[in-house]
């Protein structure tokens, strides 16, 4: 018997999904995906400026537990923390909205 694959199971479990189930997975589905990029970027920018975690945190005024969380996409970052990080890296931040795709 064949082994039942991840993406088979999420497969599945989307095609059971009421409407309104699906707009609630595909909203934290989104926002889940958002957290890890900036987390991602937050990391290549810490690590491009050649500091570690702790260093950054002290950069921030903050804990390099939470500069983990945050690059680990563990938390959603506020425009505050962005800010913050951007300043401890000399960078500045930048919002860009662009249309959907699908």
Same mark, same amino acid.
């Given at each position: 018997?064949?082994?039942?694959? *991840?993406d088979e199971v999420k497969r599945r479990r989307l /095609? +059971?999904?009421?409407?309104?189930?699906? %707009?609630?997975?595909?909203?934290?589905?989104? %926002? @889940?995906?958002?957290?890890?990029?900036?987390?991602e970027r937050v990391r290549d920018a810490r690590e =491009? !400026?050649?500091?570690?975690?702790?260093?950054?945190?002290?950069?921030?005024?903050?804990?390099? !537990? =939470? $500069? %983990?969380?945050?690059? %680990? #996409? #563990?938390? #959603? =970052?506020?425009? @505050?923390?962005?800010?913050? $990080? /951007?300043? =401890?890296?000399?960078?500045? $931040? +930048? *919002?860009?909205?662009?249309?959907? $795709?699908?």
């Amino acid at each position: 018997m064949a082994k039942t694959t *991840i993406d088979e199971v999420k497969r599945r479990r989307l /095609a +059971s999904m009421s409407d309104e189930e699906r %707009a609630e997975f595909d909203e934290t589905y989104e %926002a @889940t995906r958002l957290a890890l990029e900036v987390g991602e970027r937050v990391r290549d920018a810490r690590e =491009a !400026a050649g500091l570690s975690q702790r260093e950054l945190a002290a950069r921030m005024g903050t804990s390099q !537990a =939470a $500069v %983990a969380r945050l690059e %680990a #996409g #563990g938390t #959603g =970052a506020t425009l @505050t923390t962005l800010q913050k $990080v /951007a300043s =401890a890296l000399d960078l500045a $931040v +930048s *919002i860009e909205l662009t249309a959907a $795709v699908g």
